[in-house]
């Protein structure tokens, strides 16, 4: 019989293969499905209600950076709550709506607000899931568990595109495609409220904290940590980057397929790596420590970067520098997570993830702009932008290695 989060194993240790570990990761994979599936046909629903690239930038910047801001909000909620599951569930329900009352939009204004409304329920739940799921383990067993979560959104993010793929070959307008996203979206939102239990732990009247209070009871190496996050992510850029390199580098076809349907497959076949390191590298983390394993992912990731400035795009070349990218974003992803929870105080855990979550949207927003200006003032050498972005992820790895931290007491493994 599956054991909670709270049962006893052998040796009165808690198993980290149980009903919520199990019940986070279905969420994050039906919820990547429905979030995938939907983001691939956005910009032809736009299109068909008249608007542009501009009204797209617009969206998606507007939505990155509220759900930056909603990740902090419910980082800190999940400190001051009794009860942070419904907290989750509520953010699994909104995305899963907002995504898919994009259908219904008869305007580039009411897709903005759908669109908004879907990515703050997502940044308000991701804090209260990544709490649940730490209290569900043990410390020694943490890296199994968000390396299963991560897997779970990873191959949802393969899965999305696919049925995109199909229902428009099938002649499905691109805006009935947004309704059938409700059905991951609901299981998603299901998979939280039936499998997942809180730890009695977790069940305890909240503290009331100012949110500056919070942050300052993270502690100094957690705060030194979140500054290399925000170095590395400086240089850690959107793969829809990666995509357009890869449609404008490929010339002619490969196998009957176009530039633009390659870039594409190479874009599912990192997501595929990308859920098949998950897992691996999660239990490699509880094997030899989250810092090691990070500190080679990150120097991975500023070698992959590189290769994309220095090697021929070709199609072998392209696939091998994506597969290396699924790698990478797979490590980061799940040793980043793993090594905020050992640095994290138990009592501020929320906060904390929260505020990481919150730094790698900033990450983003600068790398991704970085790379795109520098690609845009160089248009025949984007090389420039992909050495100074790995300039930047090297730098990460070099401050993550030359810091001394000590871990939480309460959390601490080897």
Not at 331 to 341: D, L, N, T
Request: glycine share 12%; aromatic share 8%; net charge positive.
């Amino acid at each position: 019989m599956t054991r909670g989060p709270g049962d006893a194993g052998e040796g009165g240790a808690r198993a980290w293969l149980n009903r919520t570990t199990v019940g986070i990761a279905l969420a994050s994979l039906f919820n990547d499905v429905s979030h995938e599936l939907g983001t691939a046909v956005l910009p032809a629903v736009l299109l068909a209600l008249g608007a542009g690239p501009a009204a797209l930038g617009w969206i998606e910047g507007s939505a990155d950076g509220l759900s930056a801001l909603a990740k902090l909000w419910g980082g800190v909620m999940t400190d001051r709550v009794a009860r942070r599951k419904p907290l989750a569930s509520i953010g699994y329900l909104v995305t899963a709506v907002g995504v898919a009352a994009i259908g219904l939009c008869t305007s580039w204004a009411q897709v903005f607000g759908c669109r908004v409304a879907a990515w703050i329920g997502r940044g308000s739940r991701s804090a209260p899931r990544d709490v649940l799921m730490a209290e569900a383990t043990t410390p020694a067993t943490t890296g199994k568990a968000f390396g299963m979560e991560r897997a779970g959104d990873a191959l949802g993010a393969v899965i999305g595109p696919l049925v995109a793929v199909a229902l428009l070959a099938r002649g499905v307008e691109a805006r009935h495609v947004m309704f059938a996203s409700l059905f991951p979206g609901l299981l998603a939102f299901l998979s939280i409220v039936l499998l997942v239990r809180e730890t009695p732990a977790a069940l305890r009247p909240g503290r009331a904290r100012s949110f500056l209070g919070s942050l300052r009871e993270t502690g100094k190496p957690f705060h030194r940590y979140l500054a290399v996050i925000l170095l590395f992510g400086s240089g850690d850029f959107s793969r829809t980057l990666l995509i357009l390199y890869a449609t404008q580098h490929l010339t002619g076809g490969l196998f009957s397929w176009k530039a633009g349907t390659l870039a594409i497959a190479l874009y599912v076949l990192h997501n595929a790596v990308s859920s098949l390191a998950a897992f691996p590298i999660g239990a490699l983390t509880d094997r030899v420590g989250r810092r090691p394993v990070l500190i080679t992912g990150y120097l991975f990731a500023a070698a992959t970067t590189a290769g994309f400035a220095l090697l021929t795009p070709t199609p072998l070349a392209l696939t091998v520098l994506f597969i290396c990218s699924g790698t990478y974003i797979a490590c980061e992803e799940v040793a980043e997570k793993a090594y905020a929870v050992q640095l994290l105080p138990e009592a501020v855990r929320g906060t904390g993830l929260g505020a990481l979550a919150a730094v790698n949207g900033a990450g983003d927003f600068i790398s991704s702009g970085l790379v795109g200006m520098l690609w845009a003032a160089l248009p025949a050498s984007p090389a420039t932008g992909f050495f100074a972005a790995a300039a930047l992820q090297l730098a990460g790895a070099v401050t993550l290695a030359a810091q001394r931290t000590r871990p939480s007491p309460a959390t601490a493994v080897s």
